[in-house]
């Protein structure tokens, strides 16, 4: 069984605050790792595809890093706005099998 | 469409009843995946079509589930029997690569299942 672990649960920001959190997964057998946004009442959103040690991926205000000798990645929001609120999902894949083993989520909330 | 469409959106059993849950992924899409969430939770792998050949079963729960994608295109998700514990989105996704690890999947907006 995978273990893909994501903290914190939750986080709750002021506008304009820059936040980050993380997504650890098994540092063996690594292929890709996914980072989803999901808002309320709307599909999961992918946002970037990681398959590099060292990569980093950025997309406006947000960015990811990926550690795969460690076994994990960071998804930072600059200037945090009240949209960015959402769930944010990462999902961990190894070689050879189609299906993406996903985290809990980050619930992020940013107050205006 | 554009995008993956799920139906129904939100379904109510009684427990027992049987109920299908159909996606139609986008056009062209080889890969097709079906995810159970349960709240609070992220989503939890079911079953793994590439075309209509279903590569991977693994997740599903019990045999109670069945899912079937007899042209490669549109599938369906059975649930037989259906119990409380089966209550979660049931989300389905579609992936324009083969093995799909590398290609984001694009997941519909989901059906809710609520067994009473």
Known sequence: ILNVEQSPQ???VQEGDST????????SNFYALHWYRWETAKSPEALFVMTLN????????????????????YLYIKGSQPEDSATYLCAFNTPNAGKSTFGDGTTLTVKP | ???????????????GQDVALRCDPISGH????????????GPEFLTYFQNEAQLDK?????DRFF?????GSVSTLKIQRTQQEDSAVYLCAS?????GANSPLHFGNGTRLTVT
Do not use: M
């Not at chain 1, 060292?54 to 990645?73: F, H, P």
């Not at chain 2, 469409?1 to 427990?15: E, I, L, T």
């Not at chain 2, 899912?67 to 042209?71: D, L, S, V, Y």
């Open chain 1, 10 to 12: 939750s986080l709750h």
């Open chain 1, 20 to 27: 980050n959190f993380t997504c650890s997964f098994p540092s």
């Open chain 1, 54 to 73: 060292g990569d980093e991926k950025k997309k406006g205000r947000i960015s990811a890093t990926l550690n795969t000798k460690e076994g994990y990645s």
């Open chain 2, 1 to 15: 469409g554009a995008g993956v469409s799920q139906s129904p959106r939100y379904k109510v059993a009684k427990r």
């Open chain 2, 30 to 41: 080889v890969s097709l995946f079906w995810y159970q969430q349960a709240l609070g939770q």
């Open chain 2, 58 to 62: 693994s997740g599903l729960p019990s």
């Open chain 2, 67 to 71: 899912a079937e994608r007899p042209e």
């Open chain 2, 95 to 99: 992936s324009l690569a083969v093995a």
